[in-house]
C-alpha cells in the first residue's frame, strides 16, 4: 500500500497527472486552500474515474507554511500506523526533502516505509517500480515466516456439535478435573535484543534518491567505515574512492555512523568461528627397559615436622584504583559485579567517549551497553582523569 500526500497550493492539477495508474490500495489525501480550490475540467474526470482512495483535506491559512507544517504532521501520523510502504509527497518544493532524510536516515533501523518527494504521481509511480523498500527486504529475510498447519491436522468441530450462542447473561462453566502435576524444568528465557539491519541495507536506505551507486560501490563504502576509528577517518577514506562526490555521501552518512558500526560489530559476533585444525596425536614413546638396582641401606627417616598453626590474620584487601572505585560507586545500584568488571577494564582500554561506547554495546549488545553508558556519560571526563592515578 502507497500513500500519496498532494501540496495542491503548489504543483495545481499538474501534479495530479498519472492519477489513473493508481490501484485500490493507494491512498491519495489532496492539500487546498482558499488561495488555490480549482481543478481542470478533464483533471476531474481523471479523479473521478481512479479507484485509488481519494481525500480532499482543505487546510486553514493564516500563518506562512502552514499546509506544509499540516502535511508533515499527517505524514509523521500515516508512519506510526505502519500502513504503508512509500509515502510519497507531491510539491516541488525541495524543503520536503528534509523529511527523506530524517525518516530514511536518522530513523532508518525504526521505519519500514520510504519517504520521497516528487512532482507528479506518475514519476511516484515510477519510482516505486523501480526502487523497492530495502528495509522491507531485509526484514524478510532475517525473520522465517511461521510454518504453516496442514489441513489435516486441524481437527473440524462437527456441524451438530457446534456451541450455541452465549445469551446475554454470563454462564460460569463448570470447572474442569485437575490433571496430576508434572514436574517441568524449564529454562530461563534470554531477553531478546532488536537485531540490528545489516551495514549495506542502512547504506542503500540513506542514500536511496540521493545517489545511484552500484553494489560494489556500496561493498566500498562499508569497508571505510569498517576500517574507520572515527567520523574523521571514515571522511578521508571516502575521499580516497569518490572523489568530489565524497563529501556528499559523508554529510548523508555520518548521522548513521556509530548505527553502521554497530551493525559491523554484531555481524562480526554472529560469524561462525572457525574450527581449529586437527592436531596429530603425537606417537606413544617406547618405555625404556627396567634395569634393576641393588637396593641402599635405608636412611634414617627424619623427624616429622609440626603443622604450622593457621594465622589468624586475614590477608590484606586487593588495592582497589581510583577509576574502578568510583565506577563501581556510580553502577553499584544498577549493575553486577562482574559489569562493573568488565566496564572498568574497557574504560582502560578505550581513549575516547565515542570507542568506550562502542566497546560497550559490543559487550552487552545495544539495550544494555546503553543503559549502562548512560549511567556513565555525563562524568566521562572526571572519570578519565583518575585512569593515570593508582
Not at 22 to 51: P, Q, R, W
Amino acid at each position: 500500500m502507497k500513500a500519496y500526500l498532494i501540496d495542491f497550493e503548489n504543483v495545481k492539477s499538474k501534479g495530479l497527472t498519472g492519477i489513473e495508474q493508481l490501484g485500490a490500495d493507494d491512498k491519495v489525501i489532496i492539500f487546498y486552500s482558499e488561495n488555490s480550490d480549482t481543478i481542470s475540467f478533464e483533471m476531474h474526470c481523471k479523479v473521478m474515474t481512479s479507484s485509488a482512495d481519494i481525500e480532499y483535506l482543505k487546510v486553514r491559512v493564516g500563518g506562512k507554511n502552514a499546509l506544509d507544517f499540516q502535511l508533515s504532521t499527517l505524514l509523521g501520523y500515516l508512519l506510526a500506523k505502519e500502513l504503508y510502504t512509500h509515502i510519497f509527497i507531491i510539491s516541488g518544493d525541495k524543503g520536503f526533502d528534509k523529511l527523506h532524510d530524517f525518516w530514511n536516515v536518522s530513523f532508518a533501523d525504526r521505519n519500514s516505509c520510504i519517504v520521497f518527494r516528487t512532482q507528479t504521481l506518475s514519476a511516484a509511480v515510477d519510482f516505486a517500480c523501480k526502487h523497492k523498500s530495502a528495509p522491507a527486504e531485509a526484514e524478510a529475510v532475517s525473520e522465517p515466516e511461521p510454518e504453516a498447519v496442514p489441513a489435516e491436522e486441524v481437527p473440524e468441530t462437527p456441524a451438530e456439535e457446534a456451541a450455541p450462542e452465549a445469551p446475554a447473561e454470563v454462564i460460569e462453566t463448570p470447572a474442569e478435573p485437575a490433571l496430576p502435576e508434572v514436574n517441568i524444568i524449564k529454562k530461563p528465557s534470554k531477553k531478546r535484543t532488536r537485531r540490528p539491519q545489516p551495514a549495506d541495507t542502512q547504506i542503500r536506505s540513506a542514500l536511496l534518491g540521493l545517489f545511484d551507486l552500484s553494489d560494489d560501490e556500496i561493498a566500498q563504502i562499508v569497508e571505510c567505515v569498517k576500517e574507520s576509528e572515527d567520523k574523521e577517518d571514515l571522511h578521508n577514506a571516502l575521499a580516497k574512492i569518490f572523489k568530489a562526490q565524497a563529501t556528499d555521501l559523508y554529510k548523508v552518512l555520518r548521522a548513521k555512523y556509530l548505527r553502521i558500526k554497530e551493525a559491523l560489530a554484531f555481524a562480526e559476533e554472529e560469524a561462525p568461528a572457525e574450527e581449529p585444525a586437527a592436531v596429530a596425536e603425537p606417537e606413544p614413546v617406547p618405555e625404556p627397559e627396567t634395569v634393576t638396582v641393588p637396593e641402599a641401606a635405608a636412611e634414617p627417616e627424619a623427624p616429622a615436622e609440626k603443622p604450622k598453626k593457621k594465622s589468624s590474620r586475614r590477608k590484606p584487601r586487593a588495592k582497589v584504583s581510583p577509576l574502578a572505585a568510583e565506577i563501581e560507586k556510580r553502577l553499584s545500584a544498577e549493575c553486577s559485579a562482574e559489569e562493573i568488571a568488565a566496564v572498568v577494564r574497557l574504560f582502560e582500554e578505550t581513549d575516547s567517549k565515542q570507542k568506550l561506547y562502542l566497546s560497550i554495546v559490543k559487550e552487552y549488545r545495544k539495550d544494555r551497553g546503553c543503559e549502562i553508558y548512560k549511567l556513565i556519560k555525563s562524568d566521562y571526563a572526571a572519570l578519565s582523569k583518575l585512569k593515570t592515578e593508582v
